[in-house]
């Protein structure tokens, strides 16, 4: 097997941000019937409010960091009951990230206000709906409605892992 070459390391980058979206996506259309309005205690958000607030902070970022990307910032804590519509915000959503770090890559800028390079971006945004991608599936548990691990993982680890070529 040949050694990756680092001229490769943005598409690698960028697909995993891709993956790490379609996991997400994959994550909230796996999701039982009534589990958008799940919360594990009361004082915390709706696992539609997570998907919500997932989306607001790609908004966010990009427009503090790179407003000639930016798109309009959604309401932070929105209670989610279409999953088709929020699956479409997702996608819209990580494209503008997408767009956002290869044009400030293409530039040569740093991001204005966060990151010490664009890449950190990505990285944060990744970290960050682990996390609560993590709380998804706890609030699940904890309401009796765990999604079964050979059920979720082709949906979920198995996107990172399977190769593509």
Do not use: C
Not at 50 to 67: K, Q, T
């Amino acid at each position: 097997m040949s050694e990756p070459r680092s001229q490769n390391l943005l598409p690698a980058l960028l697909d995993s941000w891709e993956r790490n979206n379609s996991i997400l996506i994959n994550l909230l259309h796996a999701l039982p019937h009534d589990a958008l309005t799940l919360r594990p205690i009361e004082s915390s958000p709706s696992v539609g409010e997570l998907f919500a607030h997932i989306h607001y902070v790609r908004m966010v970022f990009v427009s503090e960091d790179a407003p000639k990307f930016a798109r309009p910032v959604p309401d932070e804590w929105a209670q989610v009951t279409d999953r088709d519509r929020m699956a479409e915000l997702l996608d819209d959503s990580a494209k503008v990230v997408r767009d956002a770090v290869q044009g400030r890559l293409a530039s040569g800028r740093a991001m204005d206000v966060h990151y010490d390079h664009p890449i950190l971006l990505l990285q944060h945004m990744i970290w960050h709906e682990g996390y609560h991608h993590g709380q998804v599936k706890l609030t699940l548990k904890l309401a009796g409605q765990p999604l079964a691990n050979k059920e979720i993982g082709p949906l979920t680890w198995r996107v990172w892992m399977n190769k593509t070529k």
